[in-house]
């Protein structure tokens, strides 16, 4: 199988030359935004480069606030014929009687890769590649901007035709007309609060009326405004932008929205769909600075292979690098995949080692340092390699949000430089504000550092990110969790001033207990294995949200691991010493001396679930 769909590599001895059984030839051309990766020539390679610099230009010309270019140039695989597209292209679409795909839009967290087959001859043969790559587009977009926005937009572009120094826009989807005809629409005032919750979004039927509407209404408005030189589109957008209720800020920029509805059932019933021109001639596109330059067969092998790995066809990427290290043992794009191959297995272990070696082999690659650091973050939190490889990634690329994000959360995690832990998480969300989970890391950071309410504020507007019930779902949790732990806050400051209280009493008496120690200590329900108590100090204490606390206790001779899902409900006593102030287990209990109890539970990372802890001095 390997034969037929890779290019053979071998070394000749004598030389240390590549050998190449076919002599595909492959070329390079790129600019500040994307590149273009194609085994066809030079001019072909060129005039893809000139057409996304133009789709881009679109969208720079018509909504300048919302144009977001991704934190590294798109690479565009350009496959000159159909063998070599199904080399590269998703597993499930090489099954018979599949459909046949011209072009496919792939995006990561880190990259975001477009397939073409040159050779397509069908209708808006990439209409998939431009869909996606307007939701690229309006990704800063995404925590403010509505689904039925979102998609009309999505539905309006992808039919978009280049042509020689112009830009056709506006083609009309028949598809989704025949279907509207067919249908019962949605009532604007429900299209419009459309979420990640509605079964409009979700049910298949129902959402095809949803997709069908979005792209009409859409398509409406953006000809109205252009006919009449009006501009109501950038005026909901502004409106929305501003947390406006989608309804309202409908109503104050399009008017009666009855009237709108019956203007759009009309527009769908006509036979006349408007279109419009924009003179790409006056793009400031410069193709005298493309750059152009050979690639090497072992390089575009290893471009396929990290493609392959992100397709999910991780055997023939598997095989692929193997052919790459043989020819190029040091191979720094090689390693990557394997590590982006390891990670998705599961295997994190195998995935860091492959990435530390791409690290010590090229010290500048923000990929290898990134996952590196991440990975290593699960299993050794304090080493200061994690801290220095995330550095060097948010050096090389400045806009990569997700390398300011681990860092946040590596400094949260240790308790130490909350400030800019802050200040990294919001610059995370600055480079990608639709990402959901960097929203949540920074309402983490808020609560650590208990500004609760703020960190209340943020999950509430990252609930209208969710785009599936089960991101939903999530960030309702991690709300009622932060009450929870609100009210055990509340709660464990109520307890500290008793035992303040308790304290003042037996300052005199230090011998004597601060708070009797129950016969039967009442521990986490999650905590009934057997019991233990161990005296030593504490050492190596950290907090996560929402309560969780983890520590050691070392002896002379030997040393547990203890948690606490609740921290809160620790039971908290002192013999012999006398704490200054209420005490905090995160920040506290680092290097004091105590008998803790805890039981044994079916966690075997830890020794045990710790119930009660009894400073002693």
């Not at 949605?186 to 792209?215: C, M, N, R, T």
């Not at 299993?379 to 550095?391: G, T």
């Not at 991101?471 to 464990?492: H, P, T």
């Not at 003042?504 to 521990?523: D, F, G, I, L």
Request: hydrophobic share 40%; charged share 20%.
């Amino acid at each position: 199988m390997l034969r037929s769909l890779v290019v053979l590599i071998w070394l000749v001895a004598a030389g240390g030359t590549i050998a190449l059984a076919a002599p595909d030839q492959w070329i390079e051309v790129s600019s500040g935004h994307f590149v273009v990766l194609t085994n066809s020539n030079e001019k072909q390679a060129r005039h893809i480069l000139d057409q996304f610099e133009r789709m881009r230009w679109v969208f720079q010309t018509l909504f300048p606030n919302a144009n977001a270019d991704p934190s590294t140039p798109i690479l565009v695989f350009g496959a000159k014929n159909s063998k070599t597209f199904q080399s590269v292209e998703p597993q499930a679409y090489l099954a018979k009687g599949q459909l046949t795909l011209a072009g496919y839009f792939l995006t990561t967290e880190d990259k975001n890769y477009v397939l073409l087959r040159l050779d397509a001859e069908q209708e808006n043969p990439f209409a998939t590649v431009y869909h996606e790559y307007t939701h690229l587009q309006f990704r800063r977009a995404l925590d403010w901007m509505p689904l039925w926005l979102n998609e009309g937009m999505a539905e309006f572009f992808q039919n978009t035709e280049f042509r020689d120094k112009d830009v056709l826009l506006g083609e009309p989807s028949v598809d989704d007309i025949l279907y509207m005809r067919q249908n019962q629409l949605i009532p604007l005032p429900v299209l419009f609060k459309v979420d990640a919750s509605s079964p409009y979004y979700h049910q298949e039927q129902k959402g095809s009326v949803f997709y069908a509407e979005s792209w009409a209404l859409t398509h409406y408005l953006m000809m109205t405004d252009r006919a009449n030189k009006t501009d109501h589109v950038t005026d909901y957008m502004k409106l929305m932008s501003h947390h406006e209720d989608p309804v309202v800020a409908a109503e104050k920029s399009f008017g009666d929205l009855k009237q709108l509805q019956q203007a759009l059932q009309s527009y769908i019933q006509s036979a006349r769909y408007m279109q419009f021109i924009l003179k790409s001639a006056a793009a400031p596109i410069d193709e005298a600075s493309f750059a152009v330059k050979p690639v090497t067969q072992v390089d575009a092998v290893a471009t396929r292979a990290e493609i392959l790995a992100m397709v999910q066809r991780e055997k023939e990427s598997r095989d692929l690098i193997d052919v790459v290290l043989k020819a190029d043992p040091n191979n720094v794009q090689a390693r990557e995949a394997m590590g982006n191959i390891a990670f998705h297995a599961g295997d994190h272990e195998a995935a860091r080692k492959w990435y530390g070696e791409a690290v010590k082999l090229d010290s500048k690659s923000y990929l290898a340092n990134y996952y590196f650091a991440a990975l290593s973050m699960e299993s050794a939190a304090h080493d200061p390699a994690i801290e220095s490889s995330l550095r060097t990634a948010i050096q090389t690329n400045p806009k990569f949000a997700p390398a300011y994000d681990r860092l946040a959360s590596l400094y949260t995690m240790q308790h130490v430089k909350l400030d800019e832990a802050l200040s990294l998480a919001t610059t995370a969300v600055k480079w990608d504000p639709g990402n959901l989970y960097y929203r949540l890391d920074a309402a983490n950071v808020l609560n650590v550092m208990g500004r609760l309410s703020e960190a209340s504020a943020v999950l509430q507007a990252a609930a209208k990110l969710a785009r599936n019930p089960n991101d939903l779902s999530m960030v309702q949790i991690r709300i009622a969790e932060l009450q929870q732990f609100q009210q055990a806050q509340a709660q464990a400051e109520k307890d500290r001033r008793e035992f303040e209280a308790q304290q003042a009493q037996v300052n005199a008496q230090p011998t004597s207990r601060v708070a009797p120690v129950a016969e039967t200590p009442k521990y986490p329900v999650d905590a009934k294995g057997p019991k233990h108590s161990f005296i030593g100090v504490m050492h190596g204490v950290t907090c996560s949200y929402p309560t969780v606390l983890e520590f050691r206790v070392e002896s002379a001779k030997e040393a547990v691991k203890l948690h606490s899902n609740d921290f809160s409900k620790i039971e908290l006593t002192a013999i012999g010493v006398s704490p200054k102030g209420p005490v905090n287990p995160c920040s506290d209990f680092d290097g004091l001396k105590a008998r803790v109890q805890y039981a044994e539970t079916t966690d075997k990372t830890v020794d045990g679930q710790v119930f009660a802890v009894e400073l002693r001095k």
